[in-house]
């Protein structure tokens, strides 16, 4: 089964940092797409960072980028989001996702494994 649990979510002011963690279960592929969603009250879900493990490339949303930095560690399994500059645009609940399709990086949302979520908040 595969699993995916994030944390690190949690309240900052605005300027802050804040960085969130995902650790991976039951996926051994060796090619896929791992990211970063988020979802804000009443709007879409978007992404937020991805990375494609055909071509080793990382890829971020435009807003987030120069701010947010998508890290891994394979040892561990884990993903990593640095969020740098946080500012109030930024709260929402942070998904984690992965998928053996690496295509889906970064043109699509619809990957096959989702974590549980975790809140960001951000005060101005």
């Known amino acids: 089964e595969v699993q995916l649990v994030e944390s690190g979510g949690g309240l900052v002011q605005a300027g802050g940092s804040l960085t969130l963690s995902c650790t991976v279960s039951?996926?051994?592929?060796?090619?896929?797409?791992i990211g970063w969603f988020r979802q804000a009250p009443g709007k879409e879900r978007e992404g937020v960072s991805c990375?494609?493990?055909?071509?080793?490339?990382?890829h971020y949303l435009d807003s987030v980028n120069g701010r947010f930095t998508f890290s891994r560690d394979s040892a561990k399994n884990t993903v990593y989001l640095q969020m740098n500059s946080l500012q109030p645009e930024d709260t929402a609940v942070y998904y984690c996702?992965?998928?053996?399709?690496?295509?889906?990086?970064?043109?699509?949302?619809?990957?096959?494994?989702w974590g549980q979520g975790t809140q960001v908040t951000v005060s101005s």
């Open positions: 996702a992965a998928d053996t399709l690496p295509i889906l990086c970064p043109v699509s949302k619809e990957y096959d494994y």
């Open positions: 039951g996926f051994s592929f060796s090619e896929y797409a």
């Open positions: 990375f494609r493990s055909s071509t080793g490339s990382t």
